[in-house]
């Protein structure tokens, strides 16, 4: 029997190799005037995102140019809103990692509004967003965080008493995700290890997720399948353009699948952590993966017919040509290959980022696992970090 579920919003999709050179096409059948937001990184000076930006500039009417660095913040966003108040825009075009779509998604969102974007932020703020917005264009460079697919931009403030919230509405998803997976080729090892690794804990956090559905089931299911043949054969050689595209692939699916299913502790750890200390969402997202599924199985495996315990299994089919083995065997595989991608990727521990022994409780004690397979304690989860750090 089939069982209920809601589906959000999704843009139009254009996806394919080469398809960045519909950009201009696409910028001008929304109007003349453009805000184009780049990230301060090696996009712009790589070969493809030169060429690129040089084409809209010469062929799109009158286009104004922001560069953003790092995960956008509410004095960031505040900031650009301010300074091209007055500029008449008729789309706004964020060509980045996640971070720089979220900065286009917020921008998009709070043109026109007269106060702070901090007061429409979950958790943080007393209004309501009312949807409004200036249209918008996302096109990603990395393959991770689905921000291109999503209706929420993540705003960071880093600090003792830091967050990372959203701004969210389902009209703030993207008019139009252009995805080219050329546009990722540009990508180094770290990026491509931490962006790629996201998008396999959403992944995988959506499809184990307590309010997962046969529907988004199937979106997860597939860039999983993309994940496990592709994350490594990316890093490993970043100009494997067959590798790149089922990675530009998963991650724009990792984006459904997380807007519908919702997700797990390894991204309530980002969410807590990235709020206290300047990490990369996809390096928290990459270094716990691993950990953070060994506690889930280890507390599912008291019930061996549950269906997380079962999923998971599911998953660890994927890496083995074994088909007759038993649901343990596939579950220990699946945490052995987590731990081996985490360590041949060379990602991070916590305590490279500042993190140290007697921060670990605080984290666990803010951190939210509510899409979890399974309630994890405040000591659980502080084992994970340990694990880690």
Known sequence: MVGSFKFSPTPSLIFGVGKRKELPKVIKSFGLHSLIITGAGSFSKSINGNQLLKEIENSVGSCHFATVSGEPTPEMIDKIVERISNVPLDVIVAIGGGSVLDTGKAISAMIGKDETIEKYLEGVGTKQPDGSKVPFIAVPTTAGTGSETTKNAVITRIGENGYKKSLRHDNYVPNIALIDPELTVSCGKEITAAS??????????????????????????????????????????????????????????????????????????????????????????????????????????????????????????????????????????????????????????????????????????????????????????????????
């Open 196 to 389: 790629g690794t996201d998008a396999f804990t959403q992944l995988l956090e959506a499809y184990v997720s307590s309010k997962s559905s046969q529907f988004i089931d199937l979106f997860a299911l597939e860039g999983l399948k993309l994940s496990v043949k592709y994350l490594l054969q990316a890093w490993k050689n970043g100009d494997n353009l067959e590798a790149r595209t089922g990675m530009s692939y998963a991650a724009m699916l990792s984006g459904i699948a997380l807007a519908n299913s919702g997700l797990g502790t390894v991204h309530g750890f980002a969410s807590s952590i990235g709020g206290f200390y300047p990490i990369p969402h996809g390096v928290v997202c990459g270094t716990l993966i691993s950990e953070c599924v060994a506690k889930n199985i280890e507390k599912l495996s008291k019930s061996k017919s549950s269906e997380g315990y079962i999923k998971y299994a599911g998953i660890g089919r994927l890496l083995t040509t074994k088909n007759d083995a038993s649901n343990s065997y596939y579950c220990k595989l699946l945490i052995e290959s987590l731990r081996g991608w985490v360590d041949e990727m060379q990602l991070p521990r916590l305590s490279s980022y500042g993190i140290k022994q007697e921060d670990l409780n605080k984290i666990a004690k803010v951190t939210d696992n509510k899409n979890n397979p399974v309630v994890l304690t405040v000591d659980e989860m502080t084992q994970i970090l340990e694990s880690r750090l």
